[in-house]
């Protein structure tokens, strides 16, 4: 079902700074910004790794791998909840599947238990949901199909 | 510097039982499995999407990419305050790297706190170092230089 790991989202209290942070010290590559206001968030896709050839303009290379920073618009956001009881650190990872759709159905099927029962808009044009952290050992999992390029 | 998301390593109380869950409900192939007596783990390397042609006998593939499982020997090793505190979940996170012993010296000379001086041994004959999660943001963050294949 997972064909890769798409990316691993981390909760930030300063966006800007640790951008900087990341594309100067790791080398990573900003890949795309966005405000996503329905998760309550800022945020920013890092491209890991060498940027595809074609770049990014096309929406999300299917293969590539990511770090997203989240930095919450509100204190009263999941992020923001999140940084206000854990601190900064790792929020979730995310899998690339091939049919969002499918995926959530047969994991409902198997008694998964689902944070979004239907596909919502991700980053970079993905369609996207998330799998509760009870139900799969405290990580918060996403699950993710990339926009085609 | 980073080349790619190597694995996200996760504490697990169970290990046998969540290496089940991950093969049978998210389809992941078990790479390996070891003990770390130095870190005080029990762990299996899950391979994330397809196997690679020519299996994993020849040690880690240079451009895999795995889900950790870590379930700790003893509760007075790291991952087992990890849980203690914590509870089940995301543990840290690791990135390849070209060369392990000149990132650490790169990040040294920036100022990076690192856990590691030096590289040490990590899953599938790959040679690792961690750096301090408080120079990066709240992620424990682990550079790997796969094995040669």
């Keep these: 079902m997972f064909t890769r790991i798409d990316h691993v989202g981390i909760a ?6 640790s951008v900087e942070f990341y594309t100067t010290t790791f080398g990573l590559t900003v890949a795309g910004r966005e405000t996503n206001d329905a998760q309550g968030v800022r945020e920013a896709m890092l491209y890991v790794g060498a940027v595809p050839s074609g770049g990014f303009a096309a929406g999300a290379p299917g293969g590539a791998s990511y770090v997203q920073l989240l930095e919450p618009l509100a204190d009263d956001t999941p992020v923001g909840k ?38 919502r808009h991700g980053s970079l044009g993905a369609s996207i949901a998330f799998l509760h952290p009870k139900s799969v050992g405290g990580v918060l999992t996403e699950l993710v199909q990339a926009a085609r390029g």
């Excluded at 159905?105 to 239907?118: F, K, M, Y």
């Design 12 to 17: 930030v209290r300063d966006l800007e700074a």
């Design 82 to 119: 999140f940084l206000a009881t854990r601190g900064e650190g790792v929020h979730h990872v995310g899998y690339g599947v091939d049919d969002v759709a499918q995926a959530l159905a047969e994991l409902g099927e198997q008694g998964i238990r689902l944070v979004d029962e239907r596909p």
